[in-house]
């Protein structure tokens, strides 16, 4: 019903009983067609479409084992959480995340968020971190639902494509460890700069949340404390900005060898 979609979107509480969440527009179901996503359900309302083979990604969805439906404009619009919708809307299933679903490899890139709490600073990041080629992105005690609609929205859908595992700080520290991955995070306890670290190599790199920064936990743990150069009078930055500075450089550093 439109009532049970609208609920599914709103409440977090709803997404853990029935185990699914909503992924609203064109270029992120595509996403998670390409990633595997399970897609139950699917709603359109060609009212909206605009011309983008809206009709070609329904028969894929329908091609996965998808029921689709089709909503008057007026329903659709109670559905969507866009102000300008396109007329695609679709249901998808929960994952468990878990670190052993995680395959890293050589040499791998990590991001650990620690303490996250807004979905949209999430979703920026994990956009940041596919372009910069992270391997896998670890929530440390996440203070925020992972398939919020908003993380999907501000990721442009590659919250379903990134690889995400989530525990507490313990658990991922642990994880971190077996990895045989170093471990470094932005603290101003003797820390080297950004541009001094090298970030080649099995690195994690650490962030701390939107209020407090790096904790006691991490920071006891670093194996090397960096920091981001600044030359003005702020002292701190956005962590979806420093997100960008630290996976910026370590790209580049991979990149240049």
């Not at 595997?36 to 009709?55: G, I, M, N, S, V």
């Amino acid at each position: 019903s439109v009532k049970g979609l609208v609920k599914l979107r709103q409440s977090a509480r709803r997404r853990r009983e029935l185990g699914r969440f909503p992924v609203e527009g064109f270029a992120e179901i595509e996403v998670g067609l390409a990633a595997k996503t399970t897609f139950p359900e699917a709603y359109c309302c060609p009212a909206f479409f605009r011309d983008r083979t809206e009709e070609a990604l329904l028969r894929r969805l329908e091609a996965t084992g998808a029921t689709v439906t089709e909503l008057g404009k007026d329903a659709f619009a109670k559905v969507a959480y866009r102000e300008h919708p396109d007329g695609l809307f679709a249901v998808a299933e929960i994952w468990e995340l878990k670190t052993d679903r995680l395959s890293l490899g050589t040499d791998p890139l990590v991001l650990v968020l620690d303490e996250i709490e807004k979905p949209g600073n999430l979703g920026g990041i994990l956009r940041t971190a596919d372009a910069f080629g992270v391997t896998a992105v670890l929530l440390a005690d996440p203070a925020l639902d992972f398939f919020n609609p908003n993380v999907i929205r501000a990721s442009r859908g590659l919250s379903l494509s990134m690889p995400v595992a989530a525990g507490t700080k313990e658990e991922i520290f642990t994880y971190l460890l077996k990895q045989e991955i170093r471990i470094l995070g932005s603290s101003a306890k003797n820390p080297r700069t950004l541009w001094e670290a090298d970030l080649k190599g099995a690195a994690a790199i650490i962030l701390g949340s939107e209020r407090e920064g790096l904790g006691s936990f991490w920071c006891e743990r670093l194996d090397e404390a960096l920091v981001i150069p600044m030359s003005g009078t702020a002292d701190s930055l956005n962590v979806s900005v420093a997100a960008s500075c630290f996976l910026s450089e370590a790209s580049r550093q991979r990149r240049d060898g």
